[in-house]
């Protein structure tokens, strides 16, 4: 039987050292069972590296960053939509899914299908909300508390100890060890990411991710731990490896059953030296390794475009422990004429 | 004293806890070792069997193989008392 050919527009092509999952999610989509893409990059930089990986992505598109509004956005799809007939887009950015998730009805009445988050889901599982996250769902996490200026620095002493994490509200993390470190922290991540910021209790263990994918109404229709072997000074996993831990699994299933999840996740897990899980970070989207799944038998990707174009699909059944994922870097010789093309009229 | 039945032993002596994600490397005394543990030996079997073939003396070996044993604990990779009696 002939396959079906879809377009789909794939954000978060930028395969660098902090990498966005486009590449590997795009990788994902070539190796479909259940349909042909034709792939279209969404970019924001005239640097990221999949713009230039004509081997996977079709055409790119820039598209303007999310500070510019959802008008703005609308617009320059409506563009792209003219001239590629787009059937999905898979967002792959947290910053950007707050005005893909607004324009979500908007765009399927264009022909443009997604699986998000809905917005309360996005906003609940926000790392400003952690805590009521937790209470509400029984599931363990760290203390937090969300600050929006200096002066409350000193007002964490009664509540935290040393060390304790300082996090940006999207991206970026560091430990401080003492209070000067917490006000170096907050002032660096706040001028890049904005406020508040959140600070929370550091957990003791070692860190684990699983990804998966909720339909929306409470099934699992995919889960797969990881742990990280090989870690970047950005904290990003360079090498990783499934494995099989129940506990891990049942709380993601928990998660996707009381929260209804729908669409892809990633979260973020430790475990102490008592072995007890904690919820540190719920990641809206697919994660950078996302390829690790399709690795051992569970293209998530595949089953998300077709959870988007309406499509029943079944759970999988189950993923091979012990596979890795090793990460390279590679140097493509690029035509200046091309990075001219991208940058001066945003599509190559 | 039993190992983990999901941990999984290469012949090269790569030893895999699937549930953490952690490999271990062992030396040819350790598989040895181990594929004794594997047998379900007791601990006087299997010292009987290394110092039936090795040139070592009683002590020398009992520290050795509690300092093993303690690596093996330490890194959770064999069953509990409790997980030993169900």
Do not use: C
Request: proline content about 5%; charged content about 25%; aromatic content about 10%.
């Amino acid at each position: 039987m002939k396959k079906p050919k879809l377009n789909i527009g794939v954000t978060g092509l930028n395969a660098i050292d902090s990498p966005g999952p486009g590449v590997s999610v795009i990788r994902a989509l070539k190796e479909a069972a259940s349909f042909d893409t034709r792939i279209i990059g969404l970019s924001y930089e005239s640097l990221e590296p999949g713009i230039y990986m004509h081997d996977i992505v079709d055409r790119t598109y820039s598209i303007p960053y999310p500070a510019a509004g959802t008008d703005t956005l609308l617009e320059r799809l409506e563009y792209i939509q003219e001239r590629e007939k787009l059937d999905v887009i898979i967002p792959n950015f947290d910053a950007e899914l707050y005005p893909f998730i607004k324009l979500e009805h908007k765009l399927k009445e264009m022909g443009i299908h997604m699986f998000l988050p809905t917005m309360h889901q996005f906003e609940e599982r926000h790392k400003v909300n952690l805590n009521d996250f937790g209470k509400k769902y029984g599931i363990s996490v760290p203390k937090s508390k969300v600050i929006y200026d200096l002066n409350m620095v000193h007002s964490l002493l009664s509540e935290f100890s040393f060390p304790m994490i300082v996090k940006g509200k999207f991206y970026d993390a560091s430990i401080a060890y003492s209070i000067e470190q917490v006000k170096s922290y907050f002032n660096k991540i706040s001028a890049k990411w904005g406020l508040p910021i959140i600070i929370q209790e550091f957990i003791h263990g070692t860190e684990f991710n699983v990804t998966g994918l909720g339909d929306g109404t409470g099934k699992t229709i995919a889960a797969v731990p990881m742990r990280k072997q090989y870690i970047t000074d950005k904290g990003k996993a360079w090498g990783g490896i499934s494995i099989s831990d129940e506990k891990m699994l049942d709380m993601t299933r928990k998660f996707l059953r009381t929260t209804k999840w729908r669409g892809g996740f990633e979260l973020e897990l430790m475990k102490n030296k008592d072995g007890e899980l904690y919820l540190l970070e719920i990641n809206p989207r697919l994660p950078a390794w996302i390829y690790l799944a399709v690795g051992v038998g569970q293209n998530i990707p595949e089953a998300l475009v077709n959870l988007a174009m309406g499509h029943k699909v079944k759970p999988f059944a189950g993923y091979t422990v012990g596979k890795m994922f090793v990460r390279y870097s590679w140097d493509m010789i690029v035509d200046r004429e091309e990075f001219e093309q991208i940058s001066v009229y945003g599509e190559l | 004293m039993k190992l983990r039945k999901n941990i999984a032993v290469s012949e090269a002596g790569l030893l895999f806890n699937p549930v953490t994600g952690e490999s271990f490397s062992l030396n040819p005394i350790g598989i040895e070792i181990l594929s004794l543990l594997r047998e379900e030996k007791s601990d006087e079997e299997i010292r009987s069997a290394i110092l039936s073939r090795y040139n070592t003396d009683n002590p020398t070996f009992e520290k050795d193989y509690q300092d093993f044993i303690g690596i093996l604990k330490h890194n959770n990779l064999l069953e509990s008392h409790e997980e030993t009696k169900a």
